[in-house]
């Protein structure tokens, strides 16, 4: 490897001046998230994590020994989200716009860049690989867009997505370092390295009661394209260092529960994309934990099914069965968040002492209105 951790270092705290640039800047041109009912925050904050995340991640990453040319769709796509992700943030875009721009971004990545889902690795009954033929492409861009909205839709509470990510990031180091995908490995840990600079805003802290930079769409949008690019580029191919259902373990948390929080709502005849407060975020916070327990509880969490996708692959343990219990930890999950009042009554008594009684009447979860 070309870059020792030195270097990392270096991008951490270039990409940690470049955030707080421009978080002087965001309250000057008012790209700043104001409070409302559906969110936490009680004051005005800069909107400029994942734009400092993409500036630090590209200037670091050319004086890398690799070839920006070979990754110019990668970069064109990301430009693309943070670009409309920038525009969203300030203007508040309707969703067709963005999801436009998000099915162009995953047509940049596979056309231009040849990361495609060619496969589904060994799912298949006979043991075979389950290739996709011509649905590579759609789905693709159906997985590309899929995940960018999955952690857009995750980044509810100070810390929460930047956590969730950086894990993710560390399973894929493990991954890419297991498989001598050095190349990968480097951008891997670059990403991560600029993941702990906008975690020094990000995190609440016995120092900073609430964050002083949120992601914004634009972050958000960029971190789930270039987790959807690594995940392909090292889950496909003669050469590939993990399978692609083991990368359905180290997105777990955010993908479950936003695929479970659009099924209930389509069950309750609303749209997919409606805003609510049903998370699994929102059930601790609801239970009685404060903001940075959640995270805590909720990267534990996520930190357990990298764990467990990493050992199932490296233990050889079927991927058919993986994929299975994956299924099976998804239907888990939906099965609890539709008895979302009984999942915080156990947590209250059980667990959380913040809170000694649980207002049921104040609730609006599925369970709740049924009755």
């Avoid at 209930?264 to 239970?287: C, M, Q, T, W, Y």
Wanted: with cysteine; proline share 3%; glycine share 8%.
């Amino acid at each position: 490897m070309s870059a020792d951790i030195g270097f990392y270092l270096i991008s951490l705290l270039f990409t940690a001046v470049l955030i707080f640039i421009f978080k002087t800047q965001a309250v000057r041109v008012g790209l700043v998230d104001r409070p409302d009912a559906r969110k936490q925050h009680q004051s005005a904050t800069p909107l400029v994590g994942g734009v400092g995340i993409f500036c630090g991640f590209f200037i670091s990453f050319i004086t890398l020994e690799l070839s920006v040319h070979t990754l110019w769709s990668f970069f064109v796509a990301a430009l693309i989200m943070i670009v409309v992700g920038v525009l969203d943030d300030y203007y508040t875009l309707p969703f067709k716009p963005r999801l436009v721009a998000q099915v162009v971004s995953a047509g940049v990545m596979a056309f231009g860049g040849g990361i495609v889902l060619n496969d589904l690795g060994a799912l298949s009954f006979s043991g075979g690989f389950l290739v996709m033929g011509i649905f590579a492409i759609p789905l693709t861009v159906f997985a590309t867009v899929g995940m960018i909205n999955a952690l857009n839709m995750s980044d509810g509470v100070d810390g929460l997505l930047g956590s969730l990510v950086f894990i993710a990031l560390v399973g894929l180091a493990v991954v890419a370092y297991v498989g001598e995908a050095y190349a990968q490995l480097q951008i891997v840990l670059l990403l991560a390295s600029c993941m702990l600079a906008f975690l020094l805003f990000n995190l609440r802290t016995p120092l900073r009661s609430r964050a002083s930079v949120f992601l914004g769409d634009a972050g958000s949008m960029f971190l789930g394209l270039a987790l959807t690019w690594l995940v392909i580029s090292l889950s496909q191919g003669e050469n590939r260092a993990m399978s692609p259902v083991t990368a359905l373990w180290l997105v777990a948390l955010p993908l479950i529960d936003t695929v479970s929080i659009m099924f209930r709502r389509i069950l309750k005849g609303n749209s997919p994309f409606l805003p609510d407060r049903e998370h699994f975020h929102h059930v601790l916070l609801l239970a009685g934990f404060s903001v940075s327990q959640s995270v805590v509880i909720m990267a534990g969490v996520a930190a357990l099914c990298v764990a467990f996708g990493l050992a199932g692959y490296y233990l050889g343990i079927p991927e058919l069965l993986m994929f299975f219990l994956f299924l099976g930890l998804f239907a888990l999950h939906f099965w609890g968040m539709k008895r979302a009042w009984t999942v915080m009554r156990f947590l209250n008594r059980s667990i959380c002492r913040r809170h000694k009684v649980l207002d049921k009447d104040k609730l609006d979860f599925p369970e709740r209105r049924a009755r």
